[in-house]
């Protein structure tokens, strides 16, 4: 089995996810955040957190959801039913990043890290984006003996896997794509997207093109489209194990604010 064909086991596309309306909610409701929710993430576009924040010891300090992730939509109860988050610690998602990304912004290839259980789906509004898989190079490996010996030129330029994510979709990635892959999206204005289901510059297949949702990617009379990128936010959702207790009083008093 190739390295492409093990990692796509690992990973699962649902399209139309969420309804129009309620991407279009869901953006109101994320554009209309005050700016003081907003953080310069690391090595990654502004991001909101919601859940709570992180201890530099990866402990999750709770706060309640926002009630546009809880309640309408329901993605909470949504994202636990698709059984993704069925063997961790609280079998549901206890934690949300939101990105926003303009045209021409991506997010490096990287990795998740420890803080989390090693699931992770993710919701896409507002604009597709080309999501790619990366490995590091093998030991023995041809490229190996050329490459400089630096962190950055470890990792295989060639993704393992491609998915299109589409507005509304929900990604979930876990088993060996989490944990010994990298994943990123390239900096780019707009993606060649050929007939066929290939990446025109890149060379690369898309690997979800048969579970895509819209006919709007093949219904076309050109071969190949030029399809321009624009605002995308994405909601990643998952499990922190480790969460501190906070007392009651104070939880209270975090849900009437
Ligand atoms: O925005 C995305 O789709 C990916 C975000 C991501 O990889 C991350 O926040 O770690
Ligand atoms: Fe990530």
Redesign the pocket.
Known sequence: MSAARTALDAVYYIPHFVTIEEEEYLIRKIQGSPLHAWKQ?KN?SN?IISGGELTPRNVLIPKPFPSYVENFPPLISRVTATHAFEGSPHHAPNHI?M?E?LPGQG?MP?E?GGAYYPVVA?L?LGSH?L?HYYQYYQEGSPDVSDRRDTAATSIDPNPVATLL?EPRSLVITTGSLYKCHL???EERTNDQITLDGRLADLGVAIDNWNQLGSEQWKCRRDSEAVVPRTTRY?L?CRDIPKVAAVAAGSLLGAMRR
């Open positions: 993430l990654r991001g990043l990105n990304y997010i990287h998740d993710t896409s984006a999501f994510l994943h990123g999206i994405s990643t």
